[in-house]
């Protein structure tokens, strides 16, 4: 069986519902396909559609090449359009470069190298929305995203393998292994 998996970090329920709290006023005023709150997370790692025996290796690999690592925390101060300024198609939540959080991507990617994925460069966010192509030239001239104020410090205990499902119209996200940090 084919399952879709990537390797995230997820967020506590305070802090996702912190989070929409936030996003309400744009959630309000932009129409856009808005992810639900139960889905925020940070993905490190977009691994494509892998079989069952390849997932428990990636499982066995990243528990091994994470053991010892430390517990730290990930800040996230501004909303932003995604994917760069140019091509306004999301809205992002992120935060300043974080050393510890690239040393945990850089672990991440090395341990899943030698497997075939559909890895990509990483861009460390949160996708919170997506915007419709006809409604981006419109919704970019009248939002600042910039003005609305956050700042949210997670820490990071667990890395998680997830798997992304798509039921009666829904997608959800479902953690496969949780790989504790020290």
Known sequence: MQRKIFV???????TKKYIHRKLNPLIKTINAKWVPSENYHLTLSFLGYQNDNTLINICAL???SLAGENIFDITFDSFAWGPDSVRKKMIWLQ?????????IRKLVEETISSMETDAKQFRPHVTLARLQKKRVQS?????DLSSIDIRAVIPVYSIDVMESIFENGKKTYQTLDSIELV
């Open 8 to 14: 995230a970090i997820n967020f506590d329920g305070s």
């Open 95 to 103: 935060g300043p470069r974080n050393n510890c959080l690239s040393e």
């Open 139 to 143: 919704t970019e001239t009248i939002i």
């Open 62 to 64: 990243l528990s091994k």
